[in-house]
């Protein structure tokens, strides 16, 4: 076996493990693979060992390596900040978006995403550890955007997003989870998506509720941002 797929099973028994002890089914919790900075041979390679799930930051990197890959049936999901003048090209060429933190930015992708295909599946992006270098939407702001994003004709909203401040310590990390759900339990919008939990702190992450897990380096190993300085 190749060293991707040793590492996608190493991070596969992980979830299993993770969702057991959190008295869930492994099935519950979805990976997703950030291919952000790697080629398309990987994406390709991961791909063949039973992922189809890949999020992308660098919206001009992720056109090129859809455009490679075009033969393979992948669903892309777009999860870096969203500047205005990008929004047009992500309505168009992915399935999700996990990054949304302001309401501008929601309208234009409805307003963008062409007529033929199906609604924009979007999470909502909160700053749960109130981190001023952080995009998110500040906690308070949360349920007044949920509310107009989700009345939005060609997006979905499925859930919510969080990047908490990195720490070693389980409790802590539980804790920032625990806030997120808290807040979408909150929003009682009937929301299926809890989009956190990275390649260090998946288990507590799954602890807490995620449903979408985002692993990078544990399983396309670590990255050269060389070329996005």
């Given at each position: ?66 455009q490679e890959l075009r033969d393979l049936p992948l669903i892309w999901h777009f999860i870096g900040p969203i500047q205005s003048n990008k929004t047009k090209a992500i309505a168009e060429h992915f399935d999700w978006v996990h990054s949304v933190d302001r309401l501008k930015i929601a309208q234009r992708l409805s307003e963008q995403r062409p007529a033929g295909l199906a609604p ?110």
């Open positions: 076996m190749s060293t991707l797929a040793d590492n996608l099973s190493a991070i596969s028994a992980r979830i299993a493990s993770a969702a057991q002890a959190a008295g869930r089914e492994p099935t519950s919790v979805q990976l997703l693979a950030v291919s952000k900075t790697k080629p398309a041979s990987a994406i390709r390679e991961v791909h063949a060992a039973g992922v189809r799930d890949f999020g992308e930051n660098y919206l001009q990197e992720a056109l090129t390596k859809q924009l599946n979007i999470c909502l992006q909160v700053n749960v550890s109130g981190e001023d270098s952080k995009s998110g939407c500040a906690p308070a702001d949360l349920p007044a955007l949920a509310k107009a994003v989700a009345a939005l004709p060609n997006l979905h909203l499925r859930g919510l997003m969080a990047i908490p401040e990195p720490t070693d310590e389980r409790a802590a990390q539980e804790r920032a989870f625990a806030s997120l759900r808290q807040l979408q339990e909150e929003l009682g919008l009937g929301l299926d998506t809890l989009s956190m939990g990275m390649s260090h702190d998946l288990e507590a992450a799954i602890a807490q509720g995620a449903t979408w897990v985002r692993i990078g380096t544990a399983l396309f190993g670590a990255r050269d941002y060389s070329n996005h300085a």
